[in-house]
T-cell receptor, first 115, second 109 residues
Framework: DGGITQSPKYLFRKEGQNVTLSCEQN?????MYWYRQDPGQGLRLIYY???????QKGDIAEGYSVSREKKESFPLTVTSAQKNPTAFYLC??????????????FGSGTRLTVV | QQPVQSPQAVILREGEDAVINCSSS?????VHWYRQKHGEAPVFLMI?????EQKGHEKISASFNEKKQQSSLYLTASQLSYSGTYFC??????????FGRGTSLIVHP
């Protein structure tokens, strides 16, 4: 079955560390997205990519970085510059977002906690 | 700009109906609706494109009034499985939705 796989499910980060969250999809979707979810805040867009080797900042990109070297993979790095990284991170994908509106398929999320 | 969802929370008994509203200050191209159970991924319910069409399946449907920049989600004869947080996502031409803060729906037996 096609879907999105996020790993790890839980991640603990020490102050000053960079950590990378994995996101892999086998849906053959062109577009991929990273969202951050905090209680009562809804989903806020961090980065998105509509095509391999290209990505765009979302509303809250500061302190994060991404890469899109393969169509199926879109890892997110939470850097030490992110002041408050404790949150639930969701990866999503869709058919090409540049040509129309399509529903998103979400991964099961990674819960990041700073210790 | 984030769309506004109302109400923030709804508590129902099985079999009752509910309406969740989503309003935007911008002209809308489309509206997405998702349901998320606690600790899980949001699940896509439906997308409505401008044109005022109503969509749905079984007992969950939605309408989209582009003139009022609003969408409403209708849950009829609610079931326990409908419990969760419902999010709307509104698009204003970028093809990337901005999500509301969510509406928590609790269905009791």
């Amino acid at each position: 079955d096609g879907g999105i796989t996020q790993s790890p499910k839980y991640l603990f980060r020490k102050e000053g560390q960079n950590v990378t969250l994995s996101c892999e999809q086998n849906l053959n979707h062109d577009a991929m997205y990273w969202y951050r979810q905090d209680p009562g805040q809804g989903l806020r867009l961090i980065y998105y990519s509509q095509i391999v080797n290209d990505f765009q900042k979302g509303d809250i990109a500061e302190g994060y970085s991404v890469s899109r070297e393969k169509k199926e993979s879109f890892p997110l790095t939470v850097t030490s510059a992110q002041k408050n990284p404790t949150a639930f991170y969701l990866c999503a994908s869709s058919l090409n977002s540049g040509t129309g509106s399509y529903g998103y398929t979400f991964g099961s999320g990674t819960r990041l906690t700073v210790v | 700009q984030q769309p506004v969802q109302s109400p923030q929370a709804v508590i129902l008994r099985e079999g009752e109906d509910a309406v969740i509203n989503c309003s935007s200050s911008k002209a809308l191209y489309s509206v997405h609706w998702y349901r998320q159970k606690h600790g899980e991924a949001p699940v896509f319910l439906m997308i409505l494109l401008k044109g005022g069409e109503q969509k749905g399946h079984e007992k969950i449907s939605a309408s989209f009034n582009e003139k009022k920049q609003q969408s409403s989600l209708y849950l009829t004869a609610s079931q326990l499985s409908y419990s969760g947080t419902y999010f709307c996502g509104t698009e204003s031409g970028s093809y990337i939705p901005t999500f509301g803060r969510g509406t928590s729906l609790i269905v009791h037996p």
